[in-house]
């Protein structure tokens, strides 16, 4: 086993490198400049787009959710862990400038979110049953013919396991603990009701995922953001001061300090980017699988909706952890992961660690739900339909052995696994995106013939 850990060690700092790196900042630098960074400055559109998308009228849009659930759907993934975990790890490794480079990779990363849900869309197909099925497998075989079908198995293949490291065992061990240590509730325990849950849901396929997911998910965001602003506004007076700690900290080195061992610029720059892809999964390729199933004839819509995923995830959602962390000095603690957020959140507020571990509980629940989905959609891409049910079947059976196992060979292979996805999704969006430039083109364009006309 030491053997195979070193491996799958060796693998992931290969994969996770410098060249990785570049690769997910790139592509999304690349895109945000082909779509002249039309996903910041529409970002406005999006959120009317969402509000809009709610409830779809017209029976012409062919889909299965709507384009409201297909995002709840999304960050049912993405809004889990990462966002807890996640971007305190990121700060106790490469210091509160880490939290900079994860803003600078939402950023980007929002144009890599919309050019993946447009292709998901656009390059979409319909399976056996009538349900709409798309993602980078589709759009790679789809938009890049025969001879780049491969990518598109390879994609799959790391997808379909990945899903029951990250999707799946982490996110179970995450609430056993946060249950255990909170509330004295046992891991066992936790892990029976979580699979009887998640096998209640899943039997009922995308629709039923999207149904819990449009509403938990909205209902927990909105939670946890609160309890945060609460956090920011008892430590106020320490704001300014944070931002400036944490801008600063971004090109220079943090020197040791309390349980702080300190960090090299190097280390914020890495763990703000890879905590950050994390935590937003824009580039995995995971998200546009969901979207492929909105209710819409214009891909362009849908991408503009997609792309407010990752601005929710990492701009709101974890700069809220991470300024928790930082104004109340928490981060010199020498505490780490859900623990630290935890501290955090308890500096400020009573039933801080409560909350802390509720919303944890809760985010990845939902995140095992929205990467079930991912992980069958890639089972069914490979084997076909009939494999469908056995996959739920033993997905959900897996949760509870996520519950009571220790986990540290696991998160390692499922970070591994998500860079092995994120290799294909990059090729392909690089590849096609002159099709994302020029629907982009064509539907602004026609958006403007239609507000004159309007107007005239």
Not at 105 to 117: I, N, P, R, S
Request: net charge positive; hydrophobic share 55%.
């Amino acid at each position: 086993m030491e053997a195979v850990t070193l491996l799958v060690s060796n693998i992931n700092s290969i994969v996770w490198g410098v060249p990785m790196l570049v690769m997910i900042l790139g592509v999304g630098l690349f895109l945000s400049i082909g779509l002249k960074f039309m996903p910041i400055l529409k970002l406005g559109t999006g959120f009317k787009l969402l509000w809009s998308g709610r409830t779809v009228t017209d029976e012409s849009e062919k889909g299965d959710v709507s384009p409201f659930n297909a995002l709840m759907t999304s960050l049912s993934a993405t809004i889990g862990t990462g966002n807890i975990a996640g971007v305190a790890t990121a700060i106790v490794i490469g210091g509160p400038g880490a939290l900079f480079w994860m803003w600078c990779t939402a950023l980007v990363g929002m144009a890599t979110k919309f050019a993946e849900a447009v292709l998901a869309v656009k390059f979409r197909e319909t399976d056996s049953n009538g349900d709409h099925v798309g993602g980078p497998m589709y759009y790679i075989k789809n938009g890049l013919g025969k001879k780049w079908a491969w990518l598109g198995t390879a994609f799959a293949f790391f997808g379909m396991f990945a899903g029951f490291g990250i999707g799946n065992t982490v996110q179970s061990n995450s609430v056993a603990d946060a249950l255990s240590s909170n509330f004295g509730v046992p891991s066992w325990i936790t892990g029976v009701v979580l699979m009887v849950l998640v096998g209640a849901v899943l039997m009922g396929g995308i629709k039923r995922i999207a149904e819990v997911a449009g509403k938990l998910v909205p209902l927990m965001t909105v939670f946890y953001i609160t309890a945060g602003l609460a956090v920011l506004v008892v430590y106020i007076d320490q704001v300014p001061a944070a931002f400036e700690l944490i801008v600063h900290s971004a090109f220079n080195p943090v020197a040791a300090q309390g349980g702080f061992a300190g960090a090299a610029v190097w280390a914020a720059i890495r763990f703000g980017v890879a905590r950050g892809i994390f935590s937003n999964e824009a580039g995995l390729g995971s998200a546009p699988i969901a979207h492929a199933a909105a209710k819409t004839n214009n891909p362009v819509k849908q991408g503009l909706v997609a792309m407010l995923g990752t601005f929710i995830d990492t701009i709101i959602v974890c700069s809220i952890t991470g300024l928790a962390i930082v104004v109340t000095g928490s981060w010199t603690s020498g505490e780490n992961g859900a623990a630290l957020t935890s501290l955090a959140f308890s500096h400020a507020l009573p039933l801080g660690n409560y909350i802390v571990a509720i919303a944890l509980a809760i985010f990845a629940f939902t995140t095992i739900l929205g990467w079930s989905f991912y992980s069958e959609k890639c089972v069914q891409y490979l084997f076909g339909d009939k494999a469908v049910k056995p996959f739920r079947l033993i997905f959900t059976l897996v949760v509870p052995i996520g519950a009571i196992s220790s986990l540290e060979f696991i998160w390692l292979l499922a970070d591994t696994l998500n860079a092995m996805m994120a290799l294909p999704n990059l090729v392909a969006l690089m590849l096609l995106s002159p099709v994302v430039f020029g629907l982009t083109r064509e539907y602004f364009v026609k958006q403007k013939a239609l507000k004159k006309a309007l107007q005239g």
